[in-house]
């Protein structure tokens, strides 16, 4: 299907987008009881995809009757950001980045400190997405707050994000505007973006800058780091995700003695695959790095690979999916491997995020400073024959965890806002009580994280690719419990899913009858939101 552009929409596109499936529920609907949605592990415990009894490619799903989800029946612009409480001195901001984190994996022992310190003491976001989850788009549109689509990021490579990327424009320009007295110290520590390789560029807003250098971003013991554009530190030997997190606690503790407050994004290389290699590694599929003693950890817990339940209805799937052999016994069983190292992983991740907290508590300035967790974006462990990886826009690879704390949030809320890529830069903006600069794409979320916005009140614009030479594979809508794409693919073109009745999106429903009218208003708001700039985007 052709994705020529159209006439830039106007001012009026919010309005349409926020009809998106406003009458979703009106379509027919058959009597009965809705399917449940998966249930959410406990920490500690398996983590599982539920299964779908019945036949995957049976026209006759669901098995049993259920009401066709109301879709983004309240969707609209996001709530006004309310001020912040009164302080003489502006909030210190720590953003905490991983990479290529899933959103369930935040349920796991390897996390306990996360959601401890952060999710229970602040908001945790139920419907956490990346737009575009590859690493380079993802990153951009955190630094910008913007969709791939205007911030000119659409892959890794060729060129390089790095190259795309114009950094003259981010949340670090805001808040540090021209290192007058009140503005922010910004620091930045670990993985920027996908191609940055010189030491001597530090990008614009940035007062400390320590990027990781290139490959050796994904070598855990040969890491190389910007000095501030002054030469090179060389991690030779360290535990990369240990050494990220001894500096940031270091640099906590420094930036709190000054009368500036702080914006520091610490951004982590794990869970992403990378060196150097183990001899016990699965043949034939790529794992993270992780300390000796770690190991043998959650081998009893974790023995099943997570996306695996049988072989789901490929009928109606695009290319992307039906060209990759079916995964077996074999590949299953690296699979699991996969999952035991990246638990393993993470679990080092989650010491250094314990670690930081102290440092934060220990200088005095814990209850003054916005704490976020979050990932670039998800990762497949075997759904849709995908036995690693992301760039296509299912649920696995779009979901990511987002947990926020700080002033003004109540502990251990839960909002249902969804929560994007987009919307971290002019949430940190918000939280910094500074002036974006510029058409922003996404929201402010901080709002939300106080009150615990219960409404998904907007859709959002989802995108896979690229694909032989297009800047997309396929684009689409991700909106209250329905999921819309269109494909350049010779086999399928369009794909809606009931995510509410079905969230393993088994059943492309487009051509159902009874979701003539979702589809209908899925494709409308498609048209409104794929070439929208600033509010027309929200």
Request: glycine letters at 10%.
């Amino acid at each position: 299907m052709s994705f020529t552009r159209t006439r830039r929409l106007t001012t009026t596109a919010p309005v349409v987008a926020a009809a998106l499936v406003a009458s979703a529920s009106g379509v027919a609907q058959p009597a009965g009881t809705a399917a449940k949605g998966p249930s959410r592990a406990a920490a500690g415990t398996e983590l599982q995809t539920p299964q779908v009894a019945a036949d995957p490619c049976d026209r006759r799903w669901p098995a049993h009757s259920t009401k066709p989800s109301a879709g983004a029946h309240s969707l609209g612009r996001t709530a006004p950001t309310t001020g912040g409480p009164a302080a003489s001195r502006r909030p210190n901001i720590l953003t905490i980045m991983v990479d290529d984190m899933r959103a369930d994996e935040i349920r796991g022992p390897w996390m306990k400190h996360t959601r401890n310190l952060i999710g229970k003491r602040g908001a945790t976001f139920r419907n956490s997405f990346a737009p575009y989850p590859l690493c380079g788009p993802a990153r951009a549109s955190f630094l910008t707050g913007k969709y791939s689509h205007n911030h000119g990021v659409r892959d890794n490579t060729k060129p390089s994000a790095f190259r795309r990327l114009h950094d003259g424009n981010t949340v670090a320009t805001w808040l540090d505007r021209d290192g007058s007295k009140g503005d922010y110290t910004t620091a930045f520590l670990g993985k920027y973006i996908n191609g940055y390789a010189d030491p001597t560029y530090v990008p614009p807003g940035w007062d400390h800058w320590n990027a990781s250098l290139g490959k050796t971003t994904q070598q855990a013991r040969s890491t190389k780091l910007s000095r501030n554009g002054h030469g090179v530190i060389d991690l030779d030997g360290q535990f990369q995700t240990k050494a990220y997190g001894e500096r940031g606690a270091r640099l906590v503790s420094r930036f709190a003695k000054r009368k500036r407050p702080f914006f520091m994004t610490l951004s982590f290389s794990a869970p992403h695959v990378g060196g150097p290699r183990e001899p016990d590694d699965p043949p034939g599929l790529r794992t993270p790095a992780r300390l000796p003693k770690n190991r043998h950890l959650y081998e009893d817990r974790i023995v099943r690979p997570q996306g695996v339940r049988g072989e789901p209805c490929n009928r109606s799937k695009p290319s992307a999916v039906t060209d990759l052999p079916r995964i077996g016994p074999a590949v299953q069983r690296k699979i699991v491997e996969l999952r035991q190292q990246r638990a393993q992983s993470l679990v080092t991740v989650d010491a250094q995020v314990r670690r930081v907290m102290g440092a934060l508590r220990r200088s005095g300035e814990l209850s003054n400073t916005y704490v976020i967790f979050t990932s670039d974006n998800g990762f497949f462990l075997g759904e849709f024959r995908q036995r690693a990886g992301k760039r296509l826009s299912y649920e696995p690879a779009l979901r990511t965890p987002t947990l926020v704390r700080g002033p003004g949030i109540s502990r251990g809320v839960r909002p249902r806002a969804p929560f994007t890529s987009i919307d971290f830069a002019p949430t940190i903006a918000a939280m910094a009580r500074v002036k974006k600069h510029g058409r922003v794409d996404g929201a402010s979320l901080l709002s939300a994280a106080r009150s615990g916005e219960s409404k998904w009140r907007r859709a959002i614009l989802t995108d896979a690719g690229p694909y032989e030479g297009e800047p997309w594979y396929g684009r689409g809508v991700r909106a209250r419990g329905l999921m819309y794409a269109r494909y350049r693919d010779p086999r399928v073109t369009e794909e809606l899913f009931d995510i509410a009745a079905d969230p393993q999106q088994n059943h492309n429903v487009v051509d159902r009858e009874r979701y003539r009218k979702a589809t209908k208003r899925m494709r409308t708001a498609y048209r409104a939101l794929r070439d929208c700039r600033g509010r027309e985007c929200r």
